[in-house]
């Protein structure tokens, strides 16, 4: 067994301190940091248009961009916390897998046609009700692009 002096000892333990603090960490899921970088892995994935590689959290950052987009301002601060961003995630997951067979890429098919109706009916009713997380990933508005597509689909044959 090798016997350090104080001054080596020291030297160590400063060199493994600093180790560990410069060891980048990703941020633990629920925290601000953590929706930010799944915002930014969001952003990567639309600008390369690798669609079908979106997770239930990149949906939802998806949402909160086409919400600014089309309303012009950012979701309420409530709405992108990372409780409520949490709460949604589950809620785009349930519906990526139960509604779209688990296809990302139909999913977002889905999030274009919602987000293209609401546009068109902002110009109409400036007003009118707001596509929130709860309602973009629910049931019925799902149900409706499957009423409006399915007509499409009977057309074109």
């Known amino acids: 067994m090798t016997m350090l002096s104080l001054d080596e000892a020291a030297a160590s333990l400063e060199s493994s301190v600093r180790l560990k603090s410069a060891r980048k960490r990703r941020p633990g899921p629920g925290s601000r940091a953590h929706v930010e970088v799944i915002r930014a892995e969001a952003e990567e ?26 309303y012009g301002v950012a979701p309420e601060p409530a709405e992108v916390a990372p409780k409520a961003f949490g709460t949604a995630m589950l809620a785009a997951g349930k519906a990526l897998h139960e509604s779209f067979s688990g296809d990302a890429e139909r999913m977002v098919s889905f999030m274009r046609w919602a987000w293209a109706r609401e546009k068109v009916a902002k110009e109409r009713q400036p007003d009118g009700r707001r596509i929130g997380a709860r309602l ?6 799902i149900g409706d692009w499957r009423i409006a597509t399915a007509g499409r689909a009977r057309t074109a044959t």
């Open 136 to 141: 973009m990933f629910s049931a019925m508005l």
């Open 45 to 70: 994935l639309r600008r390369e248009k690798r669609w079908g590689e979106m997770r239930p959290s990149h949906m939802v950052a998806t949402w909160a961009w086409l919400y600014e987009a089309v």
